[in-house]
């Protein structure tokens, strides 16, 4: 088992910058590829951000490529999300999600833990 703990969302402005985290505990965090994800009101969820067990390869959707910054800390078992130039539009619940595989993928149905979730609010 894996638990996974966001933190880090918040109520900002339009063109601000936010990192969230999330801290992962009950197995190897090392083995785990990550990822983050969002879900907006009425919509479906959707992939942000995904990085590999070393952190050597990462992947976004495009529309936040160039703004959004996904890391990990092995040594602390925490993955993050850096995101710039926040829209409107990036305002959802935030959410980490770890893969037993080493290289993430888009598709949520592949991950095998998910973390509770944070707010991101962005207004204009």
């Known amino acids: 088992q894996v638990q996974l703990v966001e933190s880090g969302g918040g109520l900002m402005q339009a063109g601000d910058s936010l990192g969230v985290s999330c801290a992962a505990s009950g197995r190897t965090f090392s083995s785990l590829a990550m990822g983050w994800f969002r879900q907006a009101p009425g919509k479906e969820r959707e992939f942000v951000a995904g990085i590999s067990v070393s952190g050597r390869t990462t992947s976004y959707t495009a529309s936040v490529q160039g703004r959004f910054t996904i890391a990990r800390d092995n040594t602390k078992n925490t993955v993050y999300l850096q995101m710039n130039s926040l829209k409107p539009e990036d305002t959802a619940v935030y959410y980490c999600?770890?893969?037993?595989?080493?290289?993430?993928?888009?598709?949520?149905?592949?991950?095998?833990?998910w973390g509770q979730g944070t707010q991101v609010t962005v207004s204009s």
């Open positions: 999600a770890a893969d037993v595989r080493r290289i993430p993928t888009m598709t949520p149905g592949d991950y095998d833990y």
